[in-house]
């Protein structure tokens, strides 16, 4: 049984199913993304997540302070 608890590095993780599990739809036409197709990028201090909708083509966005 494999349960890692790196502190710092899951963090990450956790913050993207966490955001990627509540938005897991799209808020245009409510198309539901299975994959899970978070694009995530770092700058500094900020996370941010975008997903571009396949259905409708909407983006969806998240910034996120660490
Ligand atoms: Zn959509």
Redesign the pocket.
């Given at each position: 049984m494999a349960s890692s608890q790196e502190p710092g590095a899951s963090a990450f993780d956790r913050l993207r199913s966490h955001y990627a599990d509540s938005r897991a739809s799209?808020p245009?036409?409510g198309?539901e993304d299975t994959e899970g197709g978070w694009r995530v990028t770092t700058s500094g201090s900020r996370v941010s997540y975008q997903r571009v909708?396949p259905?409708?083509g909407?983006v969806d966005a998240l910034e996120l302070r660490l």
């Open positions: 799209c245009e036409c198309h909708c259905s409708c909407a």
